[in-house]
């Protein structure tokens, strides 16, 4: 027959026994949270590593896509001054002179492109200093080089109003103009070319660098 004591001792093995299996239980619980850290922190390192090469990727895209469109661009416009200048030499030339132009100003190579066209296909073939006299007064104005390109076009053989809304006033008298900028005035032949040369001399005198 057990004794009190015997029966101390057994209910204290049990319980004994019973906080083990509550320890294996909580270590378990320990180990698998563990395991699932370490499953979840590999799981975002991937996650994040694959979105640093998608970035990546579409940043090289991004790149060769533009680098794609400015060739595109340039070979549009070379084949543009071709077809105005009719000459494989002075179409390079051309080009060249307006790669070194844009290097030195806030302009894009599109728009002096696009100016220097303007004047091409009617004959004339602007310099670097045309280029430069004009652009000055383009930037003076805040508008573009071609749309100087086009008030000059248009001030020689039709309608002076875009000049004058960049502060040129002109008077036509038969194949005579008077032309005119502040204090600078000069009579002139009616053609796209002699307007040219007033706009440049504006720009090489009233807006000098």
Do not use: C, H, W, Y
């Not at 590999?42 to 579409?58: E, H, M, P, T, W």
């Not at 004009?134 to 805040?142: E, L, S």
């Not at 053989?157 to 004058?164: G, H, R």
């Amino acid at each position: 027959m057990a004794t009190p004591v015997d029966q101390l001792i057994i209910e204290i093995k049990a319980e004994t026994a019973q906080l083990r299996n509550e320890i294996k239980k909580v270590n378990g619980s320990l180990k698998t949270t563990e395991n699932r850290s370490a499953k979840l922190g590999k799981a975002l390192k991937a996650a994040f590593a694959g979105i640093g090469v998608g970035l990546a990727v579409r940043a090289i895209k991004n790149a060769s896509t533009a680098i794609l469109d400015t060739t595109r661009k340039f070979e549009d416009l070379r084949a543009t001054l071709q077809a105005n200048t009719g000459s494989l030499k002075e179409t390079e030339d051309a080009f060249q002179m307006i790669l070194k132009f844009t290097a030195g100003t806030t302009f894009q190579i599109d728009e002096v492109t696009r100016a220097f066209i303007e004047f091409r296909r009617i004959g004339i073939k602007p310099t670097e200093a045309d280029l430069k006299g004009i652009g000055n007064v383009a930037a003076a104005q805040g508008v573009s080089i071609d749309q100087i390109a086009q008030a000059i076009f248009r001030g020689g053989t039709t309608s002076i109003e875009q000049l004058q809304s960049l502060g040129f006033t002109a008077k036509t008298s038969g194949d005579k103009m008077q032309i005119s900028f502040k204090d600078t005035t000069k009579e002139i032949d009616k053609s796209v070319e002699s307007v040219m040369k007033f706009v440049r001399e504006v720009g090489e005198t009233e807006f000098a660098d």
